[in-house]
Each structure stands twice: as structure tokens, then as C-alpha cells.
């Protein structure tokens, strides 16, 4: 698990989008960049931000009983093993069966980690899931290569997006906005550490057996 002392480092990726300092994605400007408005909302409605949005990637039946939601950075080696290990054994069991859906958040802890995010978003809705597991699995090549965006690129050609398209996802406000959106609604709920589940809205945060997570769900399912 990742811990606090790391999330640091997610707040500064998260400001530099926001300033649009990252690889010239965003002009450079004289003034002071501007402040996106959820940081001036009233304090947030954490059930609601625990529901279904309408930005989120849903994978499973929609009116599953059970919602799990991920919060995990790219760049996250216990995020990699429980997306690698852990959660195909839940997909078996639990998605694909119909009672439990789920909602990967990004909660990006580096800049790396940020514009991963971005080019999984740019996947699109079909493909969003695979790109999220290609990721994953692939960790260990891409994220300690001397250019980790350029080695990470290479892997999107499946998913159809070739050096045009990853530079324009990458230069894509509008996709950097909802990356730093989704890292605010994980501090808005609490999360300080990746891999943080969310089950039905009870916080689950470290490593998790899956004799753990299945008697979470069973829980659930048999109230």
C-alpha cells in the first residue's frame, strides 16, 4: 500500500495538470491559474460521491446489488498486484454473476500516474476496462522505462490509438480535468493510500485477502 507520505507527490501531479505545466499540454500563462470549481464547493455529500456518476466506468450489471469502487494509481505496485490477482477471482465470482459492480477511480500518486490516467479515460467507454488491466499488467515494463509515457504509448496502438491520438489525449483539457476531478472526490472521501476500496461505501484500505473480500460481499448479500 501506498501510503500518505506518497500522496504528497499525487497533490503536486494533480496541481501541475491543473496549471497545464505538464510536456507544453497547455499554454503558459501570466496569470495565476485558475481555481477549478469544486475547490470552492460546500463540503461534499460523501454517500453521493460514493454512488454511481455519471462520469464513471461501470463494469458489471448496473443494478448489482453491490458496488465496489477502486481508488488506485498506474504507477502503484500494490494496485497492480490486486488488479492483476485479486480482482479477476471477484470478476469470476462476483461481476460477472451479476451482484457486484465495479467503479475504477483514478487517484494518481505521481505525474506518470496522471497522464496514464489520461490515456486510459481517451480509450474510451468499450475498451476502458481492458486498457485499465493492460496497464496494470504491464507495470513493471513501462513505468520503470527511461521515458514511461513513451513506453507505455506503445501498448495503446491495440486500443487504436496511435501517436496522433495519444498526444492529443495528452493535450486534452478537458481529460485532465476529470483525472484531477476524480483524485477530488477520493480526498473528499477520505482516501489517503492506494489501493482504497470502497464496498456498498465501507472504507477498505491495504492489502485485502480474497477470503476477506468474499466475506464482505456475502455480508451484503445476505442481509
Request: net charge neutral.
Amino acid at each position: 500500500m501506498r501510503n500518505i507520505l506518497i500522496i504528497a507527490g499525487g497533490v503536486v501531479a494533480v496541481a501541475a495538470i491543473a496549471a497545464g505545466v505538464y510536456f507544453g499540454t497547455r499554454p503558459a500563462t501570466t496569470g495565476p491559474a485558475p481555481v477549478p470549481a469544486a475547490a470552492t464547493t460546500a463540503a461534499p455529500d460523501k454517500a453521493a460521491i460514493l454512488q454511481v456518476q455519471p462520469n464513471d466506468h461501470v463494469e458489471g450489471d448496473p443494478k448489482a446489488p453491490i458496488t465496489l469502487i477502486e481508488y488506485a494509481s498506474f504507477t502503484c505496485p500494490h494496485c497492480a498486484h490486486f488488479n492483476t490477482v485479486e480482482l479477476p477471482e471477484i470478476k469470476k465470482k462476483w461481476i460477472d454473476t451479476g451482484k457486484v459492480k465495479l467503479i475504477y477511480r483514478d487517484f494518481p500518486l505521481d505525474e506518470t500516474a496522471a497522464r496514464a490516467a489520461q490515456l486510459a479515460q481517451c480509450a474510451g467507454n468499450d475498451k476502458y476496462y481492458a486498457v485499465v488491466d493492460m496497464i496494470f499488467r504491464g507495470q513493471g515494463n513501462w513505468a520503470t522505462a527511461s521515458d514511461p509515457l513513451a513506453e507505455l504509448a506503445k501498448s495503446f496502438r491495440i486500443a487504436g490509438m496511435g501517436d496522433k491520438e495519444v498526444k492529443a489525449c495528452l493535450a486534452d483539457p478537458a481529460v485532465a480535468d476529470g483525472v484531477i476531478n476524480s483524485y477530488r472526490t477520493g480526498e473528499q472521501v477520505g482516501v489517503n493510500s492506494t489501493p482504497t476500496l470502497f464496498i456498498n461505501g465501507e472504507k477498505f484500505t491495504g492489502a485485502r485477502s480474497l477470503d476477506e473480500l468474499d466475506a464482505a460481499f456475502s455480508k451484503l448479500l445476505n442481509k
